[in-house]
């Protein structure tokens, strides 16, 4: 039976200029890390879980989401991880931090960075690696892309047709947030899984269509001390989805 999740305490101003929640009074042990165009309130069914009764937690809205404010210019994951670091320089020990989708990416790149500070990582549905796509931008689309780059269309038709053709985020984001989309759905991390000297796990929903499964498997093959978990019908949405599962994961490395 899941412990009772009390009502959440008013955000505060982190270290870092981060707004979040802390729940315990302890060292913090885990930091949740929420994906895009989420925030930290994904962290609260994972929270709530008996196993991580006792640990001290904290959820942040990273920036440009929820109460933090957008970052100074266009940022990719590294930018973002390298935020964080007066924040987890603040507590007390090495901590392990879970990351869901875009959340994940960061938090890999935040143990690469500074492995003195993370003793492990839960990385969920986290496009860690980009991998060759069967699905090909439609024909329009790339053909007016390449009338673009060679000066035959202008540059509001190309936007028109981003907004046509583009993903539900892309659509869903404006003004920088939409750059810093761009800059990080381009972005692999090969060379920070390389350099990752902590375990990591990696939690998947099987039907997971924003990152598939084949990612995570792909990770697991290039990262030795990598665990992964597949869980049967569920989708991107696992801190909602499988909340426990995300929570033993974590139990793990703590």
Known sequence: MARLFRPPPMLSLLPGDLYGEKLGEGPVGLLYLHGWARSHRDAAPVFASPCLEG??????????????????QVWGS???????????ESFERPLVVLGHSRGGAIAVCLAAKRPDLIRGVVATGAPLLRMT??????????????GAKHGLISAQRLEEAKDRFGSADYRAASGEL?????RVVNESYEQELDALSCPLELVWGRQDDAVPVAVAEAVTERVSSAR????????????????????????RLL
Not at 228 to 251: D, K, N, R, W, Y
């Open 228 to 251: 992964l978990t597949v869980v049967e019908g569920i989708g991107h949405q696992t801190p909602s989805g499988c909340p426990e599962v995300l929570a033993e994961a974590a139990a």
């Open 78 to 88: 590294r930018e973002y991880a390298e935020a964080l670091i007066p924040l987890v």
């Open 55 to 72: 640990v001290t937690t904290v959820a942040v809205d990273l920036p440009g989401f929820g109460a933090t404010p957008l970052p100074p």
């Open 133 to 146: 796509t069967n699905h090909p931008a439609p024909l329009k689309y790339r053909m007016i892309r390449f």
């Open 178 to 182: 939409r750059d810093i989309l761009v």
